[in-house]
């Protein structure tokens, strides 16, 4: 499979939790070969939304699969580390939560409308 270098930059300074989010988002969903502008949109509006329970979920998914696959399986490493990804998102949102005092803390624009994607790849 042919990947085309496809810039994301910001338009403006940005958040450093939010860009870590957004871009741990960005790059698990261009994996599945979706085209970066696509992608970036869904890891706009993931992160717009993104509250702890939703974090919570999604580690608590990924931990289920683990127990589903072969210890040192290849696909069991694989789905390790998407499970600790998952639960330093946790923990991001959980910080950025308690300093916002919001359950949506990267919901303002401010923390996700700056980034572009150059290209089409």
């Known amino acids: 499979m042919l990947f085309c270098v496809s810039p994301v930059s910001s338009l403006s300074s940005v958040n450093d939790l939010a860009t870590t989010i957004l ?9 599945a070969g979706i085209t970066s502008a696509d992608v970036l949109w869904e890891a706009q509006m993931e992160l717009k939304e993104l509250t702890l329970a939703k974090a919570d979920e999604s580690t ?20 390790e580390k998407i499970a600790d990804n998952c639960q330093e998102v946790q923990n ?30």
């Open 60 to 79: 608590k998914e990924a931990e289920a699969k683990l127990d589903e696959l072969a210890e040192g399986s290849r696909e069991y490493e694989e789905q």
């Open 23 to 31: 871009s741990y988002f960005y790059h698990r969903n261009r994996a």
């Open 92 to 121: 991001l949102v959980a910080k950025a939560q308690k300093l916002r005092e919001d359950k949506k803390p990267f919901n303002h624009p401010f923390y996700w409308a700056g980034f572009v994607c150059q290209g089409e790849g």
